[in-house]
């Protein structure tokens, strides 16, 4: 198992500091969560994370690998899957190719099997589609499976959006808000999936999440950010007792 | 499959390596097959005129070029109008052996094969390195670097005098195990020799789209930045894109330059660019089958209207000069028609008639 260390980030754009100075360390085989008010910089340090943004300094490290300046498909042969918050999907192929795509790295056959299509590549292509079928077990997508992603109802793609992070069989998983914008029934499930996640596959998950209550309910380690800093960090009684916490959520008295 | 697949009325797959048939009933196998068949023994049974072979052979051409343009701009959603400049490649690939060894060369005339192979891969080099803009570049901003490209490409040719300054370069008639060809085989000869390249090339396309090779493409069009968290490079996915494209073209190119026995820069501009963009929409973008539809359609539109203008040219007076104008008018007409009634082109038609062959005669 390995522990991502993110030391003393600084994300600017222009002169803003969407991140200034964040150090963290995400333990593995836990859900650590990652709270803050509205642009606080959680979606940045996800991006900074999985290489759509590179750090202006400081240092993100994966067990001994850094990934200050790897490419997000570097990133993700390391292990370490995302799922977006507005939904990014490859919206015009079915869920089934959505996930296979997943699966891009893992379907080891040459250009010159792929165009004859017997042998190792009808093969390897069985085999992953074993794999996929077991995620879309897992997540529930089974009524879905050929349906074109883009005519699917918004919570069934954030589901698949998750499906998708795991095919890639993270052993780190960031999820970006798998819960915005759903009804109580939903989010339950994704609560339900979240933890069976972590029981089933004993991946290391981080959760960014607006719903205070979800992460104070499931979160083994929480992280608050505020103005692009650190304001706060703990198990989730230590948060809810912080004061600065408190302060940027509430007000001042 | 326990089920009789001769009667089979869906789909009952039991493995997953059952699900990747191209064929899920006898029957599809058996129609295609027929229909293969038919097209190779035809000519035995009838002769057609030169002039309506060359049509035919004109129409395989454009499929290969077209399968290519498929790739770029229906899967992988990279606008591409320079697609005649990389048939183009192709075609002069083969001129420059005719440029330097002379024509009846015996590469020319007995390596043929290896002639279009080399085309094709070097229509594939050029695909590659005019795709490299799109590592930075989208949508139209793209679609501008391959016009320039058509651009640069007639003015190379038409100012290298290697290239002859565009003019005519002759290639002559290639041998076969028969001998040299003769002015009546010629273009049989190529109908059976495009034939086959379009059978293996649509195989090897159809292969490729259900491989991580095909789908990648669809990943780069519908989304990059999650292609690109999906462990695979965007930018060299779309130069890769290019570069298959290119090596179809190429292979298009030098049928061109054989069909035709010669290479001159004027089957290669820009209009004709258009008209294979014209082609891959009107056939169906982001379908393989739709590169089979679509020249076929347009290609037989064109001879209808000539035909049409020369009967009206004998009625109306000859000032009006409509055979020029009669051309471009219904070429443009059927594009914004398809446009606007059908944009995912003749290949959804068929899709339709597939459908309700299947259910045929129950209503649902």
Known sequence: MTTLSIDNVTLTFGGLNALSDVSMIIEPGLITSIIGPNGA?????????????????????????????????????????????????????????????ARH???????????????????????????????????????????????????IQKRVEV???????????????????????????????????????????????????????????????????VIGSGTPEEVAANEKVIEAYIGED | ????????????????????????????????????????????????????????????????????????????????????????????TV????????????????????????SGLTGAVFGAIVGLPAMRLKHLYLAIATLSFQMIFTWTINFLEFFNQGQTISISRVFW???????????????????????????????????RYGRCLSAVRDNDRAADAMGMHPGLTKVYAFGLAGFFAGVAGALHAYVYRGVGFESFTLHHSITYLAMAIVGGL???????????????????????????GQILPSTWNLATALKPFSFGLVIVLFLMFEPRGIANWWRIVRSYTKLWPFRY
């Open chain 1, 163 to 229: 499906a998708r992070a795991l095919t890639l069989d993270p052993q780190l998983l960031l999820l970006d808000e798998p819960m915005a914008g759903m009804n109580i029934e939903e989010k339950e499930d994704v609560v339900r999936f979240i933890m069976d996640i972590i029981k089933e596959r004993n991946t290391t998950i981080i959760l960014v999440e607006h719903d205070l209550g979800v992460v104070m309910d499931i979160s083994d380690y929480i992280h608050v950010l505020d103005f692009g800093e």
């Open chain 2, 286 to 312: 982001g379908t393989l089958n739709g590169s089979f539809w679509g020249p076929a359609a347009i290609i037989t539109l064109e001879l209808q209207v000539e035909t049409l203008a020369e009967h009206a």
């Open chain 2, 177 to 211: 195990f028969t001998g040299k060809l003769g002015r009546k085989d010629h273009y049989l000869f190529w109908y059976y020799v495009l034939l086959v390249v379009v059978v293996l090339s649509g195989f090897m396309v159809r292969n490729l789209l259900r491989t």
């Open chain 2, 95 to 118: 001129a420059s052996f005719s440029r330097t060894l002379g024509d009846s060369h015996v590469i020319i005339t007995h390596a043929w094969p290896l002639m279009i192979v080399l």
């Open chain 1, 41 to 101: 910089g959680k979606t940045s340090i996800l991006n900074c994370i999985s290489g759509f943004y590179h750090p202006t300094a400081g240092e993100i490290r994966y067990g001994d690998r850094r990934l200050t300046h790897a490419s997000p498909h570097q990133v993700t042969k390391l292990g370490i899957a995302r799922a977006f918050q507005n939904l990014e999907l490859f919206s015009g192929l079915s869920v089934l190719d959505n996930l296979m795509l």
């Open chain 2, 1 to 92: 499959m326990s089920t009789n697949r001769w009667l089979a009325t869906g789909n009952y797959f039991t493995s997953y390596q059952d699900e990747q048939r191209l064929f899920f009933t006898h029957l599809d196998r058996t129609i295609l097959t027929m229909f293969l068949l038919l097209l190779f023994v035809w000519p035995l049974l009838f002769t057609l005129s030169n002039k309506y072979m060359l049509v035919i052979d004109n129409i395989l051409i454009a499929v290969v070029a077209i399968i290519g343009l498929n790739i770029v701009t229906g899967f992988a959603g990279l606008i591409s109008i320079g697609h005649a400049a990389f048939v183009g490649i192709g075609a002069y």
């Open chain 1, 105 to 155: 790295t893992n379907l080891k056959y040459n250009f010159l099997q792929a165009m004859i299509y017997v042998g190792k590549a009808s093969r390897l292509e069985a085999e992953n589609r074993a794999y996929v079928e077991g995620v879309i077990d897992f997540m529930e997508l089974e009524p879905y499976r050929n349906s074109t992603v883009g005519n699917l109802a918004y919570g």
